[in-house]
Protein backbone atom coordinates (compact mmCIF):
# COMPACT_ATOMS: atom_id res chain seq x y z
CA UNK A 1 0.00 0.00 0.00
CA UNK A 2 3.01 2.34 0.85
CA UNK A 3 4.28 1.68 -2.12
CA UNK A 4 1.43 2.18 -4.19
CA UNK A 5 1.02 5.49 -3.01
CA UNK A 6 4.20 6.72 -3.77
CA UNK A 7 4.34 4.82 -7.02
CA UNK A 8 1.49 6.68 -8.05
CA UNK A 9 2.13 10.08 -6.48
CA UNK A 10 5.23 9.88 -7.97
CA UNK A 11 3.72 9.11 -11.78
CA UNK A 12 1.66 12.23 -10.92
CA UNK A 13 4.71 14.48 -9.87
CA UNK A 14 6.75 13.32 -13.06
CA UNK A 15 3.82 13.54 -15.43
CA UNK A 16 2.20 16.65 -14.44
CA UNK A 17 3.89 19.77 -16.35
CA UNK A 18 2.81 23.38 -15.90
CA UNK A 19 0.89 24.78 -13.52
CA UNK A 20 -1.80 23.80 -11.16
CA UNK A 21 -5.10 22.57 -12.65
CA UNK A 22 -3.49 21.07 -15.30
CA UNK A 23 -3.01 17.95 -13.17
CA UNK A 24 -6.41 18.03 -11.41
CA UNK A 25 -7.60 15.33 -14.58
CA UNK A 26 -4.53 13.11 -14.29
CA UNK A 27 -5.10 13.20 -10.27
CA UNK A 28 -8.89 12.06 -10.36
CA UNK A 29 -7.94 9.48 -12.89
CA UNK A 30 -5.43 7.93 -11.00
CA UNK A 31 -6.81 8.21 -7.73
CA UNK A 32 -10.81 7.80 -8.30
CA UNK A 33 -11.12 5.74 -11.40
CA UNK A 34 -7.51 3.48 -11.55
CA UNK A 35 -7.78 2.78 -7.44
CA UNK A 36 -10.90 3.92 -6.19
CA UNK A 37 -9.26 5.03 -3.27
CA UNK A 38 -11.80 7.94 -3.59
CA UNK A 39 -15.74 7.95 -5.19
CA UNK A 40 -15.92 11.04 -7.55
CA UNK A 41 -17.93 13.52 -4.66
CA UNK A 42 -15.38 12.64 -2.13
CA UNK A 43 -12.99 13.94 -5.06
CA UNK A 44 -14.41 16.95 -5.22
CA UNK A 45 -15.00 17.65 -1.72
CA UNK A 46 -11.26 17.18 -0.74
CA UNK A 47 -10.63 19.16 -3.60
CA UNK A 48 -11.90 22.07 -2.84
CA UNK A 49 -9.80 22.25 0.41
CA UNK A 50 -6.62 21.20 -0.87
CA UNK A 51 -7.19 24.31 -3.12
CA UNK A 52 -8.03 26.88 -0.66
CA UNK A 53 -5.07 25.08 1.78
CA UNK A 54 -1.75 27.14 0.83
CA UNK A 55 0.87 25.22 -0.80
CA UNK A 56 1.01 23.43 -4.38
CA UNK A 57 -2.25 21.60 -5.21
CA UNK A 58 -0.53 18.48 -5.92
CA UNK A 59 1.56 18.40 -2.89
CA UNK A 60 -1.90 18.90 -0.28
CA UNK A 61 -3.81 16.47 -2.56
CA UNK A 62 -1.43 14.01 -1.79
CA UNK A 63 -0.87 14.67 1.67
CA UNK A 64 -4.75 14.18 2.41
CA UNK A 65 -5.19 10.57 0.12
CA UNK A 66 -1.93 9.35 2.26
CA UNK A 67 -3.15 10.31 5.22
CA UNK A 68 -6.65 8.71 4.46
CA UNK A 69 -5.26 5.54 3.08
CA UNK A 70 -2.72 4.14 5.56
CA UNK A 71 -2.05 7.84 8.23
CA UNK A 72 1.05 9.21 8.51
CA UNK A 73 3.42 7.05 6.59
CA UNK A 74 0.89 7.17 4.27
CA UNK A 75 0.70 10.73 4.28
CA UNK A 76 4.56 11.01 3.97
CA UNK A 77 5.10 8.20 1.23
CA UNK A 78 3.03 10.46 -1.19
CA UNK A 79 4.34 13.51 -0.54
CA UNK A 80 7.87 12.15 -1.32
CA UNK A 81 6.41 10.52 -4.27
CA UNK A 82 5.20 14.12 -5.59
CA UNK A 83 7.91 16.12 -4.33
CA UNK A 84 11.08 13.77 -5.52
CA UNK A 85 10.79 14.18 -9.60
CA UNK A 86 10.46 17.76 -9.53
CA UNK A 87 13.36 18.09 -7.25
CA UNK A 88 15.55 16.22 -9.66
CA UNK A 89 14.86 17.07 -12.55
CA UNK A 90 15.37 20.74 -10.96
CA UNK A 91 17.90 20.06 -9.88
CA UNK A 92 19.92 18.58 -12.91
CA UNK A 93 18.89 21.68 -15.06
CA UNK A 94 20.19 23.88 -12.32
CA UNK A 95 23.75 21.96 -12.31
CA UNK A 96 24.08 22.18 -15.97
CA UNK A 97 21.91 25.09 -17.12
CA UNK A 98 24.23 28.03 -15.31
CA UNK A 99 27.01 26.39 -16.87
CA UNK A 100 25.65 27.26 -20.22
CA UNK A 101 23.12 30.26 -19.80
CA UNK A 102 25.64 32.41 -20.82
CA UNK A 103 25.68 30.72 -24.81
CA UNK A 104 24.70 32.60 -27.09
CA UNK A 105 21.81 30.75 -28.04
CA UNK A 106 20.62 29.57 -25.17
CA UNK A 107 20.29 33.19 -24.18
CA UNK A 108 18.66 34.23 -27.39
CA UNK A 109 16.12 31.33 -26.58
CA UNK A 110 15.13 32.79 -22.91
CA UNK A 111 14.73 36.17 -24.70
CA UNK A 112 12.12 34.31 -26.56
CA UNK A 113 10.41 32.68 -23.71
CA UNK A 114 10.22 35.52 -21.29
CA UNK A 115 7.51 37.74 -23.44
CA UNK A 116 5.91 34.04 -23.55
CA UNK A 117 5.64 33.68 -19.63
CA UNK A 118 4.47 36.94 -19.40
CA UNK A 119 1.31 35.90 -21.10
CA UNK A 120 0.95 32.66 -19.09
CA UNK A 121 0.72 34.48 -16.41
CA UNK A 122 -1.64 37.35 -17.20
CA UNK A 123 -4.01 34.98 -19.09
CA UNK A 124 -5.75 33.52 -16.12
CA UNK A 125 -5.31 37.37 -14.15
CA UNK A 126 -7.69 38.10 -16.97
CA UNK A 127 -9.59 35.01 -17.10
CA UNK A 128 -10.22 35.17 -13.18
CA UNK A 129 -11.61 39.07 -13.44
CA UNK A 130 -13.79 38.28 -16.31
CA UNK A 131 -15.55 35.86 -14.01
CA UNK A 132 -16.17 38.14 -10.99
CA UNK A 133 -18.65 40.76 -9.90
CA UNK A 134 -17.35 44.28 -9.70
CA UNK A 135 -16.45 44.28 -5.78
CA UNK A 136 -13.76 41.65 -6.88
CA UNK A 137 -12.59 43.35 -9.28
CA UNK A 138 -11.91 46.26 -6.97
CA UNK A 139 -10.41 44.39 -4.78
CA UNK A 140 -8.43 42.25 -7.11
CA UNK A 141 -7.32 45.27 -8.71
CA UNK A 142 -6.18 47.47 -5.80
CA UNK A 143 -4.26 44.49 -4.54
CA UNK A 144 -2.57 44.56 -7.92
CA UNK A 145 -1.55 48.08 -7.27
CA UNK A 146 -0.90 47.95 -3.69
CA UNK A 147 1.73 44.28 -4.37
CA UNK A 148 3.38 46.42 -7.43
CA UNK A 149 3.64 49.67 -7.08
CA UNK A 150 3.77 50.31 -3.47
CA UNK A 151 6.00 46.89 -2.64
CA UNK A 152 3.97 45.91 0.48
CA UNK A 153 4.68 42.62 0.83
CA UNK A 154 1.51 40.11 -0.43
CA UNK A 155 1.96 38.22 3.11
CA UNK A 156 0.61 41.20 5.07
CA UNK A 157 -2.57 41.31 2.50
CA UNK A 158 -3.05 37.41 3.39
CA UNK A 159 -3.00 38.01 6.78
CA UNK A 160 -5.27 40.84 6.16
CA UNK A 161 -7.79 39.18 4.66
CA UNK A 162 -7.79 36.69 6.51
CA UNK A 163 -8.15 38.22 10.32
CA UNK A 164 -11.35 40.45 8.62
CA UNK A 165 -12.84 36.95 7.88
CA UNK A 166 -12.74 35.89 11.04
CA UNK A 167 -13.84 39.11 12.50
CA UNK A 168 -16.89 39.12 9.83
CA UNK A 169 -18.21 35.35 10.74
CA UNK A 170 -17.28 36.13 14.36
CA UNK A 171 -19.80 39.43 14.40
CA UNK A 172 -22.44 37.16 12.68
CA UNK A 173 -22.21 34.57 14.85
CA UNK A 174 -23.47 37.36 17.73
CA UNK B 1 23.51 32.53 7.71
CA UNK B 2 22.31 32.32 3.99
CA UNK B 3 20.82 29.03 4.64
CA UNK B 4 18.63 30.09 7.53
CA UNK B 5 17.35 33.07 5.53
CA UNK B 6 16.75 30.73 2.84
CA UNK B 7 15.18 28.49 5.25
CA UNK B 8 13.13 31.72 6.76
CA UNK B 9 12.03 32.79 3.55
CA UNK B 10 10.92 29.35 2.36
CA UNK B 11 8.71 28.26 5.58
CA UNK B 12 6.95 32.39 4.78
CA UNK B 13 6.29 31.24 0.62
CA UNK B 14 4.95 27.96 1.79
CA UNK B 15 2.82 29.16 4.61
CA UNK B 16 0.92 32.20 2.73
CA UNK B 17 0.81 30.01 -0.44
CA UNK B 18 -2.76 30.72 -1.41
CA UNK B 19 -4.22 30.56 -4.47
CA UNK B 20 -1.90 28.24 -6.49
CA UNK B 21 1.34 28.37 -8.57
CA UNK B 22 0.64 31.81 -9.91
CA UNK B 23 -0.13 33.61 -7.09
CA UNK B 24 2.73 31.95 -5.30
CA UNK B 25 4.80 34.05 -7.76
CA UNK B 26 4.52 37.11 -6.53
CA UNK B 27 5.53 36.09 -3.22
CA UNK B 28 8.30 34.60 -4.36
CA UNK B 29 9.38 37.72 -6.20
CA UNK B 30 8.63 39.63 -2.78
CA UNK B 31 11.38 37.34 -1.13
CA UNK B 32 13.88 36.23 -3.31
CA UNK B 33 13.99 39.63 -5.70
CA UNK B 34 13.04 42.21 -3.83
CA UNK B 35 13.76 41.57 -0.24
CA UNK B 36 16.91 39.52 -0.37
CA UNK B 37 18.01 40.52 -4.10
CA UNK B 38 19.04 36.89 -4.34
CA UNK B 39 18.04 36.87 -8.23
CA UNK B 40 17.30 39.60 -10.75
CA UNK B 41 13.66 40.14 -12.14
CA UNK B 42 15.38 38.65 -15.34
CA UNK B 43 17.05 35.44 -13.86
CA UNK B 44 13.61 35.14 -12.24
CA UNK B 45 11.52 35.07 -14.95
CA UNK B 46 14.48 32.75 -16.61
CA UNK B 47 13.43 30.37 -13.56
CA UNK B 48 9.80 30.36 -14.24
CA UNK B 49 10.42 29.54 -18.01
CA UNK B 50 12.23 27.03 -16.75
CA UNK B 51 10.03 25.59 -14.20
CA UNK B 52 7.06 25.60 -16.57
CA UNK B 53 8.74 23.31 -18.84
CA UNK B 54 9.57 20.75 -16.18
CA UNK B 55 7.31 18.42 -14.40
CA UNK B 56 5.81 18.99 -10.59
CA UNK B 57 4.89 22.28 -9.24
CA UNK B 58 5.75 25.15 -9.80
CA UNK B 59 6.70 26.87 -6.44
CA UNK B 60 8.79 23.29 -5.45
CA UNK B 61 10.23 23.01 -9.29
CA UNK B 62 11.09 27.14 -8.65
CA UNK B 63 12.57 26.57 -4.72
CA UNK B 64 14.84 23.85 -5.41
CA UNK B 65 16.47 25.57 -8.79
CA UNK B 66 16.46 29.01 -6.47
CA UNK B 67 18.22 27.12 -3.22
CA UNK B 68 20.86 25.99 -5.75
CA UNK B 69 21.12 29.15 -7.20
CA UNK B 70 21.72 31.16 -4.12
CA UNK B 71 24.16 28.71 -2.31
CA UNK B 72 25.62 26.88 -4.83
CA UNK B 73 25.16 23.46 -3.07
CA UNK B 74 22.58 20.76 -3.20
CA UNK B 75 22.04 21.43 -0.40
CA UNK B 76 20.69 24.57 -0.65
CA UNK B 77 17.95 22.88 -2.88
CA UNK B 78 17.11 19.94 0.00
CA UNK B 79 16.51 23.21 2.19
CA UNK B 80 14.53 25.14 0.23
CA UNK B 81 12.68 22.19 -1.19
CA UNK B 82 11.95 21.11 2.24
CA UNK B 83 11.14 24.51 3.64
CA UNK B 84 8.63 25.42 0.97
CA UNK B 85 7.04 22.12 1.69
CA UNK B 86 6.77 21.55 5.43
CA UNK B 87 4.08 24.29 6.45
CA UNK B 88 1.61 23.29 3.24
CA UNK B 89 1.81 19.43 4.59
CA UNK B 90 1.69 20.34 7.99
CA UNK B 91 -1.56 22.24 7.56
CA UNK B 92 -3.05 19.73 4.79
CA UNK B 93 -1.90 16.92 8.13
CA UNK B 94 -4.28 18.86 9.89
CA UNK B 95 -6.69 19.63 7.85
CA UNK B 96 -7.52 15.75 7.28
CA UNK B 97 -7.22 14.98 10.68
CA UNK B 98 -10.32 17.44 11.36
CA UNK B 99 -11.19 16.97 7.83
CA UNK B 100 -15.34 17.99 8.19
CA UNK B 101 -14.98 20.21 11.47
CA UNK B 102 -12.27 22.21 9.19
CA UNK B 103 -14.76 22.51 5.91
CA UNK B 104 -17.90 23.21 8.16
CA UNK B 105 -16.00 25.97 9.99
CA UNK B 106 -17.62 29.55 9.45
CA UNK B 107 -14.60 31.05 10.44
CA UNK B 108 -12.18 29.36 7.98
CA UNK B 109 -15.03 29.90 5.29
CA UNK B 110 -15.05 33.48 5.48
CA UNK B 111 -11.37 33.65 6.32
CA UNK B 112 -10.88 31.76 2.72
CA UNK B 113 -13.54 33.59 0.90
CA UNK B 114 -11.91 36.88 1.65
CA UNK B 115 -8.16 35.70 0.75
CA UNK B 116 -9.50 34.24 -2.58
CA UNK B 117 -9.45 37.46 -4.51
CA UNK B 118 -6.29 38.50 -2.56
CA UNK B 119 -4.67 35.28 -4.42
CA UNK B 120 -6.32 36.86 -8.26
CA UNK B 121 -4.59 40.04 -7.19
CA UNK B 122 -1.18 38.51 -6.61
CA UNK B 123 -1.53 37.14 -9.88
CA UNK B 124 -1.82 40.02 -11.24
CA UNK B 125 1.11 41.65 -9.18
CA UNK B 126 3.54 38.75 -10.81
CA UNK B 127 2.21 39.69 -14.36
CA UNK B 128 3.25 43.47 -13.65
CA UNK B 129 6.46 42.88 -11.53
CA UNK B 130 7.19 41.03 -15.27
CA UNK B 131 6.39 43.35 -17.24
CA UNK B 132 9.94 45.31 -17.50
CA UNK B 133 12.89 45.58 -19.96
CA UNK B 134 14.21 42.66 -19.93
CA UNK B 135 11.10 40.88 -20.73
CA UNK B 136 10.69 43.02 -23.96
CA UNK B 137 14.33 42.85 -24.83
CA UNK B 138 14.00 41.93 -28.21
CA UNK B 139 11.93 44.91 -29.18
CA UNK B 140 8.42 44.15 -31.44
CA UNK B 141 9.74 40.10 -31.83
CA UNK B 142 8.79 40.45 -27.95
CA UNK B 143 5.68 41.87 -28.17
CA UNK B 144 4.68 39.98 -31.17
CA UNK B 145 5.57 36.53 -28.96
CA UNK B 146 3.61 37.74 -25.92
CA UNK B 147 1.02 38.96 -28.34
CA UNK B 148 0.77 35.52 -29.60
CA UNK B 149 1.35 33.13 -26.15
CA UNK B 150 -1.42 35.55 -24.55
CA UNK B 151 -4.16 34.72 -27.60
CA UNK B 152 -2.47 30.80 -27.55
CA UNK B 153 -3.16 30.65 -23.88
CA UNK B 154 -6.34 32.10 -23.74
CA UNK B 155 -7.51 29.03 -26.46
CA UNK B 156 -5.98 26.66 -23.81
CA UNK B 157 -2.92 26.01 -26.10
CA UNK B 158 -0.40 24.12 -23.87
CA UNK B 159 1.78 26.07 -21.61
CA UNK B 160 4.93 23.80 -22.89
CA UNK B 161 3.99 24.08 -26.48
CA UNK B 162 3.79 27.83 -26.03
CA UNK B 163 7.28 28.06 -23.95
CA UNK B 164 9.13 26.07 -26.47
CA UNK B 165 7.65 28.07 -29.67
CA UNK B 166 8.62 31.18 -28.27
CA UNK B 167 12.10 29.71 -27.53
CA UNK B 168 12.64 28.68 -31.09
CA UNK B 169 11.34 32.15 -32.15
CA UNK B 170 14.13 33.66 -30.22
CA UNK B 171 16.65 31.13 -31.39
CA UNK B 172 15.31 32.15 -34.98
CA UNK B 173 16.24 35.73 -34.14
CA UNK B 174 19.78 35.09 -33.23
CA UNK B 175 20.01 33.32 -36.54
CA UNK B 176 18.72 36.07 -38.64
CA UNK B 177 21.36 38.16 -36.92
CA UNK B 178 24.02 36.24 -38.56
CA UNK B 179 23.15 37.25 -42.27
Avoid at chain 1, 20 to 43: C, H, K, N
Avoid at chain 2, 119 to 138: D, E, H, P, V
Avoid at chain 2, 140 to 156: D, E, G, H, P, V
Wanted: charged residues 10%.
Amino acid sequence: MLIQLFVTFFRIGLFTIGSGYAMVPLIQREVVDRRGWFTESEFLDQFALAQSSPGPFALNTAVFVGYKMKGFSGALCAMLGVILPSFFIMLLIALYLNGIRENRWVNAAFEGMRPAVLALIAVPFVRYLSGMKWCGWVLALTVTVVIWAAGISPVYLILGAGASGVLLAFCRRK
Amino acid sequence: MIYLELLLSYLKIGFFGFGGGYAMLSLISDEIVLKHGWLTAAQFTDVIAVSQMTPGPIAINCATYVGYLVTGSVWGSVLTTFAVSLPPITIMLFVSMFYLRVRDNAYVKEALTLIKPITIGMIGAAALMLCNRQTFSSGWLSYALFSAAFIASWLKIHPIAIILVAAVAGMLDELMKMF
